[in-house]
């Protein structure tokens, strides 16, 4: 079975602090990648990665960054959290498109809030 | 610009009955498509997929139909049961995208018993 582990489940945190989300994934995927849900507005793609050190942003890059030193583990970071970042963060990985990747496997998500 | 749509945010059906989810998309090049079921507090999980060469794909309860010419996927449930009730998101593949997947907003479905 394919795990994408995320460190916190729920995350209380000031506005102005710096957050990371840590993600870690065991099935040697290529890609990972950072989503944000909220009502409404389905799954939002802010960052991705296809390989070590590799990063592209996504539609909602704006106040986030993001780290890939290992090949099987992906952090997400509000450098300075806004109330306007609470939200669920999901976190997914995939085998690369070419190799035949089609489906992205999710974490469970953390619960950020922002106050 | 949303490429990938779903008009229904909410569903309601009564258990036994037929769920039917739709989602409509812009881009031709899409030529893989997804279906997610997602419950509270968790992450969403891989339901079913259809390629852009067929039309129909089926598994179990579920089947999910293509129509490439209206741009138009539709998820059916049959029967449907209270352990369906879920957000339901549909996600399109565009060929060759590193990025992978376009999602849609979402359709929560209730099923009541």
């Known amino acids: 079975d394919v795990k994408v582990t995320q460190s916190s489940r729920y995350l209380v945190k000031r506005t102005g602090e710096k957050v990371f989300l840590e993600c870690v994934q065991d099935?040697?995927?290529?890609?990972m990648f950072w989503y944000r849900q909220d009502p409404g507005l389905g799954l939002r793609l802010i960052y991705f990665?296809?390989?070590?050190?590799?990063?592209e942003k996504g539609d909602i890059p704006e106040g986030y960054s993001v780290s890939r030193e290992k090949k099987e583990r992906f952090s997400l970071i509000l450098e300075s959290a806004s109330t306007n970042q609470t939200s669920m963060y999901l976190c997914?990985?995939?085998?690369?498109?070419?190799?035949?990747?089609?489906?992205?496997?999710f974490g469970e998500g953390s619960w950020l809030t922002v106050v | 610009d949303q490429q990938v749509k779903q008009n229904s945010p909410s569903l309601s059906v009564q258990e036994g009955r037929i769920s039917i989810l739709n989602c409509d998309y812009t881009?031709?090049?899409?030529?893989?498509f997804l279906w997610y079921k997602k419950y509270p507090a968790e992450g969403p999980t891989f339901l079913i997929s259809?390629?852009?060469?067929?039309d129909k794909n089926e598994d179990g309860r579920f089947t999910v139909f293509l129509n490439k010419s209206a741009k138009h996927l539709s998820l059916h449930i049959v029967p449907s049961q209270p352990g369906d009730s879920a957000v339901y998101f549909c996600?399109?593949?565009?060929?060759?995208?590193?990025?992978?997947?376009?999602f849609g907003s979402g359709t929560q479905l209730t099923v009541l018993p």
């Open positions: 997914a990985s995939s085998f690369a498109t070419r190799t035949g990747g089609n489906t992205i496997y």
């Open positions: 099935m040697d995927h290529e890609n």
């Open positions: 990665s296809y390989d070590v050190k590799m990063k």
């Open positions: 881009n031709s090049m899409f030529d893989y």
């Open positions: 259809i390629s852009s060469i067929k």
């Open positions: 996600a399109a593949r565009l060929t060759g995208s590193a990025r992978q997947l376009t």
